[in-house]
């Protein structure tokens, strides 16, 4: 499990969470300072050697705490160089995650995900978690939110393994109930055609409903003890994702792997789940 450190409270609540998140899945701990990851330090560091004292005092102050919470977990820190986004993506090659802090800007305007975190999600293949924080403690919105389910969001029409992986295993590690959540919004010609026979919007969503079980069942056959929640439901993916993630402990959504220079990385779905849902959000690259 590796954490992205940069000094900020939101990094400290990372810290907290990766720790916990490691313990459950009997993994340790790499908490990484990537040396040009602040764009606005909280101290003014000016020198070579001031900003190497900081960042070495930030990794300690960190491991100790965790330590002091989590005896038994095993810590390591360093620090890398380079671009920030491919430095911690480098440092996560061998991990299950990587775990980086996101900050709140209150109300509707939902969490900021900033530059190096962005352009880390990009660059990721390993699953990259936002972990937020709203007050200068480093403490989540609602303690650890361990005790809510995990949430996944799916399309029915793209291959999802890997991002139905991720969220049974997640579920079967923390042992909760695991909601998946497929939006759906019917043509547009059934709202300008009101003779067509009721039954037809119907008739899709039972299809619709179908093809989601087909898509979770071999899950279903592999985890047979894990409750699972299964919801195709009428209405944009991202509000009916936030919708069932008001209470859970993880989201997760899928970002695919562009092989191209060119187009949008993260798609709209996941840019809105990442900027509004409350509870961390896992981001899994998949083909």
């Keep these: 499990?590796?954490?992205?450190?940069?000094?900020?409270?939101?990094?400290?609540?990372?810290?907290?969470?990766?720790?916990?998140?490691?313990?459950?899945?009997?993994?340790?701990?790499?908490?990484?300072?990537?040396?040009?990851?602040?764009?606005?330090?909280?101290?003014?560091?000016?020198?070579?050697?001031?900003?190497?004292q900081w960042a070495e005092a930030v990794l300690r102050d960190t491991a100790e705490e965790t330590h002091?919470?989590?005896?038994?977990?095993?810590?390591?820190?360093?620090?890398?160089?380079?671009?920030?986004?491919?430095?911690?993506?480098?440092?996560?090659?061998?991990?299950?995650?990587?775990?980086?802090g996101s900050r709140a800007l209150g109300g509707i305007r939902g969490f900021l995900v900033g530059s190096t975190g962005a352009s880390t999600i990009i660059e990721a293949v390993r699953p990259v978690v936002l972990v937020r924080s709203v007050d200068h403690t480093g403490n989540p919105p609602d303690g650890t939110r361990d005790r809510g389910p995990v949430v996944v969001g799916v399309d029915i029409h793209q291959p999802c393994d890997k991002l139905l992986a991720f969220a049974f295993e997640e579920a079967a590690h923390r042992r909760c109930p695991l909601v998946i959540i497929h939006g759906w919004s019917p043509p547009p010609i059934l709202s300008y055609a009101p003779t067509l026979d009721p039954g037809?919007?119907?008739?899709?969503?039972?299809?619709?409903?179908?093809?989601?079980?087909?898509?979770?069942?071999?899950?279903?056959?592999?985890?047979?003890?894990?409750?699972?929640?299964?919801?195709?439901t009428v209405g944009q993916s991202a509000i009916q994702i936030l919708d069932a993630a008001s209470a859970a402990a993880l989201v997760?959504?899928?970002?695919?792997?562009?092989?191209?220079?060119?187009?949008?990385h993260i798609g709209p779905v996941t840019h809105a789940v990442m900027h509004h849902a409350v509870a961390p959000v896992a981001v899994v690259a998949h083909e």
Aim: aromatic share 4%; hydrophobic share 40%; glycine share 6%.
């Design 1 to 52: 499990m590796t954490v992205g450190l940069d000094g900020s409270p939101e990094s400290a609540a990372a810290a907290r969470w990766a720790a916990h998140e490691a313990e459950l899945r009997g993994a340790s701990l790499d908490l990484v300072h990537a040396e040009e990851w602040l764009e606005n330090p909280p101290l003014p560091v000016t020198t070579t050697e001031g900003r190497r």
């Design 68 to 100: 002091r919470a989590h005896p038994s977990l095993k810590i390591d820190t360093r620090r890398v160089g380079g671009l920030p986004a491919l430095a911690l993506t480098r440092a996560a090659e061998d991990s299950d995650m990587l775990v980086l």
């Design 200 to 232: 037809v919007q119907q008739e899709m969503a039972h299809g619709i409903t179908t093809a989601l079980d087909e898509m979770i069942s071999p899950w279903h056959e592999k985890y047979p003890a894990l409750q699972v929640d299964s919801r195709a």
């Design 252 to 264: 997760v959504v899928g970002r695919r792997i562009r092989h191209s220079a060119f187009g949008t």
